[in-house]
């Protein structure tokens, strides 16, 4: 059986968000269906990150260029 996965660390916690908000932003630009739970992704990404993208599109591509650049590896 599989243990569950425990993110308690800042580090961690940090890394799950970055990730988490790159896959918002995929699924709003692939997709079109929007993330309904308050603020929206592209909002996030200008407001925590300090993005200065004004698209989804481009603010996924500095999104993963941000963490490739942060964690040393592609997303």
């Known amino acids: 059986m599989n243990e569950p996965i425990i993110i308690n660390t800042p580090e961690g916690i ?3 968000r970055v990730a ?3 896959a918002a932003l995929r699924i709003e630009v692939k997709t079109g269906m929007k993330m309904t739970r308050g603020i929206s ?3 996030v990404a200008k407001r925590d990150y300090g993005c ?3 698209t989804k599109k ?3 591509a500095w999104m993963e260029s ?3 650049a942060t ?3 592609a997303y």
């Open 58 to 60: 481009g603010a996924l």
């Open 52 to 54: 200065p993208k004004g």
């Open 20 to 22: 988490a908000l790159i």
């Open 66 to 68: 941000y963490y490739e």
């Open 71 to 73: 964690y040393g590896w």
């Open 41 to 43: 992704p592209l909002a």
């Open 14 to 16: 940090e890394h799950y």
